[in-house]
């Protein structure tokens, strides 16, 4: 067992507003990457246009990894 935590994410004993909040960030991130994922597989697979769908990955990752990223530095000015 690592004895050094994950930087930025509070460890189960901190009970604060802050630590909950870092918790939430991260669990929507994992979400976000797990949808990500498999909506691009959906999109190349049964896709009916290869450019429309790369173009539609590029804007929803996009837009989601600058959301993701504000939120991220609102918790780390917090």
């Known amino acids: 067992m690592p004895t050094s935590s994950i ?24 979400i976000f990457a797990a949808h990500a994922a498999v909506a691009s597989y959906h999109w190349l697979i049964y896709g009916s246009d290869r450019i429309t769908s790369l173009l539609s990955i590029a804007i929803y990752v996009g837009v989601g990894a600058f959301l993701l990223l504000a939120m991220l530095a609102t918790l780390a000015l917090m």
């Open 7 to 30: 930087p930025f994410v509070p460890m189960v004993t901190d009970l604060s507003l802050s630590g909950l909040l870092w918790w939430a960030l991260l669990g929507v991130t994992v």
